[in-house]
């Protein structure tokens, strides 16, 4: 049984093999706080639960975990969410969302970032369709 400090240290080396330190505070934001330390034992072992799942879905075919991460960056381009490179704070907060997923970029698998990729596409063409429709009033006047 690992302690509460031992399993703070265990949530970092996770992000660490992860890759996701930059990441700290928006997945301890899916919690409400902004340090390990404010978490309960239960959030602390539902964190070290997630990461691992995350370090699982790595161990999938690496060239479709990309394509489908690509795919999903490309519809945010689209929507306007991921609008500046390498600028994730929008990202992180619009996919926490439930609605969405409710989870970060790194942490989904192939088959939710196929689902995610199908919920962005739909949101990007319904954000084209009323941006026309927007664009043809502005003519009509």
Not at 46 to 68: A, C, M, Q, V
Request: charged share 30%.
């Amino acid at each position: 049984m690992m302690t509460i400090k031992e399993k703070r240290v265990e949530v970092h080396k996770l992000l660490y093999r992860l890759g996701a330190l930059q990441n700290k505070a928006d997945v301890l934001a899916s919690y409400g706080v902004k340090s390990t330390t404010e978490l309960s034992n239960e959030e602390i072992d539902h964190l070290i639960y997630r990461l691992k799942l995350g370090l699982f879905n790595r161990r999938e075919s690496p060239t479709d975990l990309r394509r489908w991460r690509s795919n999903a960056l490309v519809y945010l381009n689209k929507i306007g969410i991921y609008a500046t490179n390498n600028d994730w704070s929008d990202v992180n907060s619009f996919m926490l969302d439930n609605r969405i997923c409710g989870k970060l970029l790194f942490e989904l698998s192939v088959e939710e970032l196929k689902a995610l990729c199908k919920k962005l596409r739909i949101i990007a063409n319904k954000k084209a369709t009323t941006d026309r429709k927007l664009l043809l009033n502005i003519n009509l006047n």
